[in-house]
């Protein structure tokens, strides 16, 4: 492969980046936006912001976090915002950004799915086919391995499966690190990912 087709690929690859991050830019200031449940609005929220780390979608988080009872230190992110810029361009910036993505995703697990709060409502009603739903619901919208991990012990009491999924999980974990970059690794994954999720949508009473 030779340096202009090179070039022509990073060209396009910026150009549909640059597409994407506006889409999302928009997003959040459309009707569309507006109309979703508060507990999905917090979640685009959360996705605009890790992939697209700027001032602005921090701010829009900021915003919305401020809104309900949980309290998070805002700034505490903004060093991460820092590195983005930092790393990029770096020989070593596809290995430091994965690092600084596992971070920021825990990090942004400090702020919970709205989804936990009408589990534990449900929870207190004696309601516990909607709690595991909830619940199960909340953990599909975590980022760390950590988070996942320990959400899923927590109901496992009331909901056994949890165990299996636990397990499920720690294989798709080891999949993931030893997973190689090319096009037919990723797709593995990809669809390993999408099964074990799917199985912890498919609540089992």
């Known amino acids: 492969m030779n340096w202009s087709i090179v070039f022509f690929i990073i060209m396009m690859l910026l150009l549909l980046r640059i597409l994407r991050l506006r889409i999302r830019a928009n997003t959040t200031r459309s009707e569309s936006f507006k109309r979703l449940p508060p507990k999905d609005q917090l979640a685009v929220l959360k996705e605009c912001l890790l992939n697209n780390p700027s001032e602005a979608n921090l701010k829009n988080l900021a915003n919305f976090v401020s809104q309900t009872p949980q309290k998070i230190d805002i700034d505490s992110y903004r ?11 770096r020989n070593d910036a596809i290995a430091e950004d ?8 825990e990090w942004m697990d400090q702020i919970k799915p709205l989804e936990f709060e009408e589990a534990e409502s449900f929870r207190r009603e004696n309601e516990t086919q909607k709690y595991i739903e909830r619940t199960l619901e909340g ?16 109901i ?16 798709l974990m080891q999949a993931r690190d030893e997973s190689g970059a090319d096009d037919k ?8 990912k999408e099964a074990w999720e799917e199985d912890l949508l498919n609540v089992r009473v």
């Open 79 to 89: 060093p991460f915002l820092k590195s983005q810029l930092e790393i990029f361009g």
């Open 139 to 154: 953990i599909a919208r975590l980022y760390s391995d950590e988070a996942i991990l320990e959400s899923l012990a927590k």
């Open 98 to 105: 994965n690092e600084l993505y596992a971070k920021e995703c």
């Open 185 to 192: 690794s990723l797709e593995a994954l990809r669809k390993q």
């Open 156 to 171: 496992a009491s009331d909901y056994p499966h949890a165990t299996e999924l636990a397990e499920s999980y720690k294989q």
